[in-house]
């Protein structure tokens, strides 16, 4: 099961390609791709299941209990950084890489992939974080290129008897500044939750988060820059006790100060119940950038389902979806961009089932109730 699903994700990875061809952009041919050695990476690390924290060209890599910190500074004689992080298969604990790579006239390349598989229950619990930094020295031509890939995958799964309770968190922030070169950062987060029990209580949250304050895709560059940000959430509960579902995606921040630089963001939610689960969804999108935004959200739950599309050009695009679903009341569409609504019955049973009510970066969106 590990290898089919890294053989899906490396399929996913397939699509950045299409995406590069596809002309989702106003001037694709002009888009960042990406070069042999973030290919190679790809290719090789993908299909490792062992962990992996590991420098090349200059620097240190540190390996922890569930931690990687990598720093790169100027390599000699214009060399690349490459820095590669791999987590793989560690339910119950963190997962936590932290990447600073420094260049000049060589390119700076990191590649994260973090990976749990639960299957533990009842309780199932797990924190991703990625923290990527990338800069040019104020010294010297500052010329070189950047490159980033964070991928993040979760799927929980439990049929253990008794009360069940499944958490996601995924945390993310990348930073790429270069004066002529370019920049390209993809970002892949996955959260598959599925639970099934006659218990009293079933309970579910997901969390990706890669918005200001606390996360973000920045970049700055008078040569282009490229963002793509992709955020996939799943929950299904089967059962007939009292079921709670919670997902809340947020991305992204700014990008300059190339008229061609392209910002995309892809956000999906999909979550499944018994007819008297509460189910909140708040996916929220902004993007900032010199050349072209696109936000694309789709939100799915018992009784309704929304699917939008934001796009604009040289300035801020920002869009929410909210979904609430509850025994008598139902609604699926555009929000109106507020960061904290108030706590709905939904909220606080999540909060006294011992999931807490903020994910310790920012407060959980909730949706109030509507009859």
């Known amino acids: 099961m590990y290898r089919r699903r890294l053989a899906a994700l490396a399929g996913a990875i397939g699509l950045l390609g299409a995406l590069f061809s596809s002309g989702v952009a106003a001037r694709a041919d002009t888009l960042v791709t990406i070069d042999s050695t973030m290919s190679s990476l790809i290719s090789t690390y993908l299909n490792s299941t062992q962990d992996a924290c590991v420098a090349a060209g200059s620097g240190t890599a540190v390996k922890g209990d569930g931690t990687c910190t990598i720093t790169q500074g100027v390599p000699t004689n214009g060399d690349k950084n490459i820095a590669v992080c791999v987590q793989s ?35 199932e619990d797990a ?8 800069n040019m020295s ?6 070189g290129s950047n490159f980033a890939e964070i991928i993040q995958i979760v799927k929980q799964s439990t049929k253990q008897a008794g009360d069940q309770s499944q958490k996601v968190q995924q945390f993310n922030t990348t930073d790429q500044s270069s004066t002529t070169g370019t920049n390209f950062a993809s970002l892949d987060e996955s959260s598959d939750q599925s639970a099934q029990s006659d218990s009293s209580m079933q309970t579910q949250l997901s969390d990706q988060d890669a918005s200001d ?46 008229s061609n630089d392209v910002f995309t963001i892809n956000q999906s939610t999909n979550q499944a119940g018994n007819p008297s689960a509460t189910q909140n969804a708040d996916s929220f999108g902004t993007c900032t950038s010199s050349g072209q935004c696109s936000i694309t959200q789709s939100s799915t739950n018992n009784k309704a389902s929304f699917a939008t599309t934001t796009s604009c050009n040289g300035t801020t695009c920002s869009n929410e ?16 961009f507020a960061p904290v609504l108030g706590a709905t019955a939904a909220f606080r049973t999540l909060a006294t089932s011992g999931l807490t009510a903020s994910t310790g970066r920012r407060s959980i969106a909730t949706v109030s109730s509507v009859t």
């Open 213 to 258: 304050p606390d996360g973000h895709i920045n970049q700055h560059s008078m040569g282009l820059s490229q963002a793509i940000a992709t955020q996939s959430q799943l929950q299904s509960l089967t059962g007939t006790g009292v079921q709670t579902q919670t997902i809340d995606p947020r991305c992204c921040s700014a990008q300059g100060i190339n």
């Open 127 to 134: 924190t991703q974080t990625s923290t990527i930094t990338q």
């Open 321 to 336: 979806v909210f979904c609430t679903s509850g025994v008598d009341f139902s609604s699926c569409g555009p929000g109106g």
């Open 138 to 143: 104020t010294v010297g031509t500052a010329s």
């Open 89 to 123: 298969n560690t339910p119950g604990t963190s997962q936590e890489c932290t990447i600073t790579q420094t260049n000049d006239s060589g390119n700076n390349y990191a590649f994260v992939f973090q990976h749990v598989i639960d299957n533990g229950g009842p309780t």
